[in-house]
Nanobody
């Protein structure tokens, strides 16, 4: 069955860096758009970054542009989120998600409705 397993979260000081990983299984990873969302306490889940099947297109929420980088390794069925210059407002549970509704989709969806499967999440806490 489809599995998405996130890792790499933790506690970091403001200005620090973390790299999240999401190991995928149970589907043909190399054909699918992948994305990261996050949800802070008391807030709605929000799109953070997404990447198309070949890495040719990426999208980011404005608040992380220039600080976060999404990438993927199709040989390892893994998607990454490199997070630099972290701020306290980045504190949230980060979720990996996959769009299994259409292979080779050329664009990145920025809403939760565009994605079918979700990981269990990994906590990122940024102390100020």
């Amino acid at each position: 069955q489809v599995q998405l397993v996130e890792s790499g979260g933790g506690l970091v000081q403001s200005g620090g860096s973390l790299k999240l990983s999401c190991a995928a299984s149970g589907f043909t990873f190399s054909r699918r758009t992948m994305a990261w969302f996050r949800q802070a306490p008391g807030k709605e889940r929000e799109f953070v970054a997404g990447i198309t099947w070949d890495g040719g297109n990426t999208e980011y929420i404005d608040s992380v542009k220039g600080r976060f980088t999404i990438s993927r390794d199709n040989a390892k069925d893994t998607v990454y989120l490199q997070m630099n210059s972290l701020k306290s407002e980045d504190t949230a549970v980060y979720y990996c998600t996959a769009d299994l509704s259409r292979a080779y989709r050329p664009v990145v969806g920025a809403t939760g409705a565009a994605y079918n499967y979700w990981g269990q999440g990994t906590q990122v806490t940024v102390s100020s």
